[in-house]
């Protein structure tokens, strides 16, 4: 049996599996630390038999507003579409993502400046139409088959990339909010959860990664991050892996533990000039601390930033309830 191109496109839905919701997000969690292969230059702002703790500086100029960028995923459904003939089926992953900033400044205290949310259906299937559910369009993103990975693994790194794009969008629009509203043009901050990766070409804008996923940093330096106090940061150093970016280290305040604990990266653009570099890390030892979440609030703590961690609920809630978007995904596949 052939289908004429002017069908609605037939797709199937997948048993509910309650893991969608949890497992493409990040859980906050350190997982296996490996050894890295990256590049790195860390005299950037000291030699390196000098590297010690930095204590918190002296005042520099601050911004005047602080904007915390982040973005949330989740999967909806696995989803299989038939081929013509009906003897092959494509996978496909219905996804919801959502991103937005919220704004810190001492005009009106922390308040969303942007929010979007979209819902897409990624598929390496190169006829698939959107799809339209009461939950909304699922949009349809068509995604280059890799013989080298699962599909599951493509599909997956398709939705981040449009996750991506979609903070990019929500940072520059963010942007165009303070200014003139809560900041002088030019002397806001960005501070974006996750690594800056594409996001590095944005003026003032740090990359704020709480996991940690590696070591980067030879044995003897590596063993600086374990001494630092809260409040103390490693040396400013270069890195390179698939992209360059100047790092460090930052212990945010918490209650003792294990020696990383509290520790997050920061990030900033290689194209900088390493001066500024290090102004950067400066303002970040004053003005990321206070904002660390506390444990009885946020098991995630203090890692996970308070702003971000409100954004972060905003977003899931304009995600709409999991279960009722999977029932429309299965009405809408139900008809076609
Ligand atoms: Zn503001």
Same mark, same amino acid.
């Given at each position: 049996?052939?289908?004429?191109?002017?069908a609605?496109?037939?797709?199937?839905?997948?048993?509910?599996?309650?893991?969608?919701?949890?497992?493409?997000?990040d859980?906050?969690?350190a997982?296996?630390?490996?050894?890295?292969?990256?590049?790195?230059?860390?005299a950037?702002?000291?030699?390196?038999?000098?590297?010690?703790?930095?204590?918190?500086?002296?005042?520099?100029?601050?911004?005047?507003?602080?904007?915390?960028?982040?973005?949330?995923r989740?999967?909806?459904?696995?989803?299989?579409?038939?081929?013509?003939?009906?003897?092959?089926?494509?996978?496909?992953?219905?996804?919801?993502? +959502?991103?937005?900033?919220?704004?810190?400044?001492?005009?009106?205290?922390?308040?969303?400046? *942007?929010?979007e949310?979209?819902?897409?259906?990624?598929?390496?299937?190169?006829?698939?139409?959107?799809?339209?559910?009461? +939950?909304?369009?699922?949009?349809?993103?068509?995604?280059?088959?890799?013989?080298?990975?699962s599909?599951?693994?493509?599909l997956?790194?398709?939705?981040?990339?449009?996750?991506? %794009?979609?903070?990019l969008?929500?940072? +520059?629009?963010?942007?165009?909010?303070?200014?003139?509203?809560?900041?002088?043009?030019?002397?806001?901050?960005? *501070?974006?959860?996750?690594?800056?990766?594409?996001?590095?070409?944005?003026?003032?804008?740090?990359?704020?990664?709480?996991?940690?996923?590696?070591?980067?940093?030879?044995?003897?330096?590596?063993?600086?991050?374990?001494?630092l106090?809260?409040?103390?940061?490693?040396p400013?150093?270069?890195?390179?892996?698939?992209?360059?970016r100047?790092?460090?280290?930052?212990?945010?305040?918490?209650?003792?533990?294990?020696?990383?604990?509290?520790?997050?990266?920061?990030?900033?653009?290689?194209n900088?000039?390493?001066?500024?570099?290090?102004?950067?890390?400066?303002? %970040?030892?004053?003005?990321?601390?206070?904002?660390? %979440? *506390?444990?009885?609030?946020?098991?995630?703590?203090?890692?996970?930033?308070?702003?971000?961690?409100?954004?972060?609920?905003?977003?899931?809630r304009?995600l709409?309830?999991?279960?009722?978007?999977y029932?429309?995904?299965? *009405?809408?596949?139900?008809?076609?």
């Open positions: 049996m052939t289908t004429p191109p002017s609605r496109m037939r797709f199937h839905v997948d048993g509910w599996d309650p893991a969608y919701g949890s497992t493409m997000e859980s906050g969690e997982t296996t630390v490996a050894e890295s292969t990256a590049r790195i230059d860390a950037v702002e000291v030699p390196v038999e000098n590297w010690t703790p930095v204590a918190p500086g002296a005042p520099a100029q601050e911004p005047s507003a602080v904007v915390f960028v982040d973005g949330v989740r999967i909806e459904a696995r989803v299989w579409i038939p081929d013509d003939a009906g003897t092959t089926a494509s996978m496909g992953v219905a996804a919801s993502y +959502a991103a937005g900033a919220v704004c810190c400044c001492s005009s009106g205290g922390a308040h969303v400046l *942007v929010a949310h979209r819902r897409g259906l990624f598929t390496t299937d190169a006829h698939t139409t959107d799809v339209t559910t009461r +939950a909304g369009d699922f949009r349809a993103h068509h995604v280059a088959h890799d013989e080298a990975e599909p599951a693994v493509t997956s790194a398709a939705l981040q990339r449009e996750l991506l %794009s979609l903070e969008i929500t940072a +520059a629009a963010a942007r165009a909010a303070v200014t003139g509203h809560c900041a002088e043009a030019d002397t806001d901050l960005l *501070v974006i959860d996750g690594p800056l990766r594409s996001r590095d070409h944005l003026p003032r804008a740090l990359g704020f990664i709480k996991t940690h996923r590696a070591i980067y940093l030879p044995p003897e330096l590596n063993a600086v991050v374990g001494r106090e809260a409040g103390e940061r490693t400013v150093f270069l890195m390179g892996t698939s992209w360059d100047y790092a460090w280290y930052l212990r945010l305040p918490c209650r003792p533990g294990s020696p990383w604990v509290g520790v997050v990266r920061v990030e900033c653009a290689a900088l000039p390493a001066a500024q570099a290090v102004e950067l890390a400066s303002l %970040s030892q004053r003005l990321l601390p206070p904002y660390a %979440s *506390v444990e009885y609030k946020d098991p995630r703590a203090p890692q996970n930033l308070v702003p971000i961690a409100g954004l972060e609920r905003q977003l899931r304009r709409g309830d999991q279960k009722v978007v029932r429309a995904l299965q *009405v809408a596949a139900a008809a076609s």
